[in-house]
């Protein structure tokens, strides 16, 4: 929780900072996508069950607020974890050693974001909700039999980040902290996820889209 609140406090400064900035042009009415790749990083008593593991990664939107200096963000984030079971399940006869895991955590951020010519500058807070998979294993007749046990889970987020605006498109990077209010194998669960990837303008095709249902989009 420390590092949650070190990291809120950081966003906090640079959120005031993009107060006293110029009015976003690269975001006025739009909407992208991004995708991203990267690594995700157990943290404290997590890493008694959790260790790194090659490789995670994102999906969302950036949605432009009518003041486009704020945006919301609905991101999938698909984390991938080494996985050693601590305590024995009365349903399965074998506790899993170095398997894998897997988070599958629906993020819905609010932040607000710098613009400097085409570089940008952005901090976000907000819930989760997911799907933790976890790994299990029987033996039956002479054969492991692999399966899974799922979990739902709420959490909170906070994360900042930079992207840079190329032709067409831009690359960028966050760095965020994931604080899950349940645990796992009766540890508390925590991370740091660090993305690198695209961001692409769908404007039109999200115009067409709710074109064709009948609903305005930005309308004044």
Same mark, same amino acid.
């Given at each position: 929780?420390?590092?949650?609140?070190?990291?809120?406090?950081?966003?906090?400064?640079?959120?005031?900072l993009s107060a006293q900035t110029e009015v976003d042009s690269l975001h006025h009415r739009k909407i992208y996508y991004m995708g991203g790749t990267g690594l995700s990083f157990p &943290?404290?008593? *997590?890493?008694?069950?959790?260790? =790194?593991?090659?490789?995670?990664?994102?999906? !969302?939107? #950036?949605?432009?607020?009518?003041?486009?200096?704020?945006?919301?963000?609905?991101?999938?984030?698909?984390?991938?974890?080494?996985?050693?079971?601590?305590?024995?399940?009365?349903?399965?006869?074998?506790?899993i050693e170095n398997g894998r895991t897997n988070f599958y955590m629906l993020s819905l951020t609010a932040g607000r974001r710098y613009q400097y010519k085409r570089l940008n500058t952005?901090?976000?807070?907000?819930?989760?909700?997911?799907?933790?998979?976890?790994?299990?294993?029987?033996?039956?007749?002479?054969? &492991?039999?692999? *399966?899974?046990?799922?979990?739902? =889970?709420?959490?909170?987020?906070?994360?900042? !980040?930079? #992207?840079?605006?190329?032709?067409?498109?831009?690359?960028?990077?966050?760095?965020?902290?994931?604080?899950?209010?349940?645990?796992?194998?009766?540890?508390?669960?925590?991370?740091?996820?660090?993305?690198?990837?695209?961001?692409?303008?769908?404007?039109?095709?999200?115009?067409?889209?709710?074109?064709?249902?009948?609903?305005?989009?930005?309308?004044?």
């Open positions: 929780m420390k590092i949650f609140f070190s990291l809120l406090l950081l966003c906090a400064g640079c959120l005031m &943290l404290g008593k *997590s890493k008694n069950v959790l260790g =790194t593991k090659l490789f995670s990664g994102s999906a !969302g939107l #950036d949605i432009a607020l009518k003041d486009s200096r704020y945006f919301l963000s609905p991101t999938l984030y698909m984390l991938a974890f080494r996985y050693d079971q601590q305590k024995h399940d009365p349903k399965y006869n074998y506790i952005f901090a976000y807070i907000g819930p989760v909700a997911g799907l933790i998979v976890e790994p299990r294993g029987n033996i039956v007749a002479e054969k &492991l039999r692999m *399966s899974n046990k799922n979990s739902l =889970t709420v959490a909170g987020k906070v994360g900042m !980040g930079a #992207d840079y605006k190329f032709p067409g498109f831009f690359i960028g990077g966050e760095i965020g902290y994931m604080y899950n209010f349940r645990k796992i194998e009766g540890n508390p669960i925590q991370f740091l996820t660090i993305m690198f990837g695209l961001k692409s303008d769908i404007t039109r095709l999200s115009e067409k889209v709710t074109g064709v249902i009948g609903i305005e989009t930005y309308k004044d």
